[in-house]
């Protein structure tokens, strides 16, 4: 904290609240943050004139545009998301189901790209959610491929909460399944994040042969019976492994 610069670290600390808050007042936000309402005034003053917040009709305040702005760049910017997307289109077409693409992010997996299905019933996931990296599949293949030190450690100081019925929360099964998952060269989660709901997964590498991602063919489980999962792992893996190569992967 020492090299950081406070004003800014507290700057940061106010627009985090925006990340599960749609919109705020100066008191909620001294409420929430726990910094001075003094301190809180003059940073919302700053933030507001540089277009990070704006006050709405009910006079609290929102992200600004400017947020959008640099969303779309870093979107547009991420190689992944553009060599991934006509694969992930072509995939969902085929097999219609929902397609996600997820990155490691923080310890968490973020999801970067979504291809709804045409189905009435569908699930609930958007460009910008974050899980855990050991619940869902298109989470959990990325922590099935970390290097072993970094994936023990993550394990260790790691809680494993329950989201929903099929969680994995012992620590010991979810090595067993992450190793699994490494030799099979793809994952299945059913009822892990939400009730009801399957995915399969697979991962996504560089050119340097890191796994940098994972893209994942979701939907409730009634659309994912034994007699379906043969198709959709096979298409599932070859699209990844589409995508790797694009990236400038060679697999040995």
């Known amino acids: 904290m020492q090299n950081k610069n406070k004003t800014v670290v507290k700057s940061m600390k106010l627009l985090d609240l925006f990340r599960t808050n749609e919109k705020l007042s100066l008191n909620d936000m001294v409420q929430l943050s726990g910094i001075p309402k003094t301190s809180v005034h003059r ?9 990070f917040l704006t006050k709405n009709e009910d006079g609290k305040y929102i992200l600004g545009m400017l947020f959008l702005e640099f969303g779309q760049l870093v979107a547009d910017r991420l190689d992944i998301r553009q060599v991934a997307y ?7 077409d085929e097999i219609g189901e929902a397609v996600n693409l997820t990155m490691i992010d923080n310890q968490e997996a973020i999801y970067i790209e979504k291809l709804d299905t045409n189905h009435p019933v569908r699930l609930f ?3 910008g959610r974050r899980s855990p990296l050991y619940a869902g599949a298109c989470s959990r293949i990325i922590l099935a491929y970390l290097p072993e030190p970094e994936q023990e450690e993550y394990i260790n100081v790691t809680e494993l909460k329950q989201y929903g019925k099929g969680t994995i929360t012992d620590k010991d099964e979810l090595r067993t399944i992450l190793q699994k998952s490494r030799t ?10 939400e009730n009801d709901t399957s995915s399969v997964a697979a991962p996504i590498f560089n050119y340097t ?3 940098v991602g994972g893209i994942s063919i979701a939907g409730p489980d009634v659309r ?12 599932v893996t070859a699209a990844a492994a589409e995508i790797s190569k694009k990236l400038g992967y060679q697999s040995v």
Do not use: C
């Open 125 to 127: 996931t958007k460009v």
């Open 209 to 211: 042969g890191q796994a």
């Open 43 to 51: 940073m919302i003053g700053s933030l507001e004139d540089m277009g």
């Open 184 to 193: 099979n060269g793809y994952t299945i989660s059913h009822s892990e994040l």
């Open 224 to 235: 994912f019976q034994k007699e379906h999962l043969p198709d959709i792992i096979e298409k």
């Open 86 to 92: 006509p694969i992930m289109k072509e995939l969902r």
